[in-house]
């Protein structure tokens, strides 16, 4: 046992899957570049007035980076880990290329409309509501982000091997915070408590705490690697 029903190899695993082992300044990297974001979004909030669905664009946009980065990686770096990830991340693509302009033709043609219309149309649409909002620069920031974490990935692929990215500690706890914060529904209902601020801290809170976790399982397991090693030696 590790934590609570925790296992030794679960451990190792969201430690791996989290991208390895990080060091201190990994740590204040992470720390720096969250606190960033997280200004730039408080920043949209205040001045471009964004709402609590413009606060999901930066996790969208750094899926989507991965998407695209991913098979141009594989095409630099043949490792076997990172071939299914690529072929899925192409599928996922190809299939939101095609639902996309399937139904950018059935709105053509129910409206009469020329799709290069409609797609310049939206295209404007999307990019006034992000801009207006002042979203840009927490995309900008949020991508960066991700693609500065990407040759740490890559190392750790090669240490530990796949998943290049996976489920991490930071989308669980985006999860489990709101449940915890289920007691601020009837001050959100009331409108005394913003839901873009209430969804804003969800989002700093569970970057923070995911770090945290990741940390204290990564100082738990040396420090059990370091009693293994000596009683190793004492046996020896």
Same mark, same amino acid.
């Given at each position: 046992m590790l934590v609570n029903n /925790?296992? !030794?190899?679960?451990a190792r695993h969201i430690v791996n899957c989290e991208g390895g082992e990080l060091s201190a300044g990994d740590i204040a990297t992470e720390l720096i570049t969250s606190a960033v974001v997280a200004g730039a979004l408080a920043r949209a909030i205040w001045v471009g007035d964004a709402t609590s669905w413009h606060l999901f664009l930066p996790m969208v946009a750094q899926y989507v980076a991965l998407l695209l980065v991913l098979p141009v990686v594989y095409l630099f770096l043949r490792h076997p880990g990172l071939r299914k990830d690529s072929i899925g991340a /192409?599928?996922?693509i190809a299939f939101l290329l095609l639902a996309g302009a399937i139904a950018l033709a059935v709105e053509s043609y129910r409206t009469g409309a020329p799709w290069r219309t409609l797609l310049d149309d939206h295209l404007r649409q999307a990019f006034r509501?992000? !801009?207006d909002a002042e979203m840009h620069w927490p995309l900008l920031l949020a991508v960066a982000a991700i693609l500065f974490a990407i040759p740490r990935r890559i190392r750790n692929l090669y !240490?530990?091997?796949?998943p290049f990215y996976g489920v991490g500690l930071g989308c669980a706890m985006r999860f489990l915070i709101p449940l915890l914060g289920c007691f601020l529904l009837p001050f959100i209902a009331a409108g005394e408590i913003p839901v873009v601020w209430v969804l804003w801290t969800i989002i700093v809170l569970a970057d923070v705490l995911a770090l945290g976790m990741h940390w204290d399982l990564q100082r738990r397991l040396r420090n059990l690697d370091g009693a293994q090693l000596d009683d190793q030696r004492i046996l020896s």
């Open positions: /925790l296992t !030794v190899a679960d /192409l599928r996922l509501w992000v !801009v !240490v530990h091997g796949p």
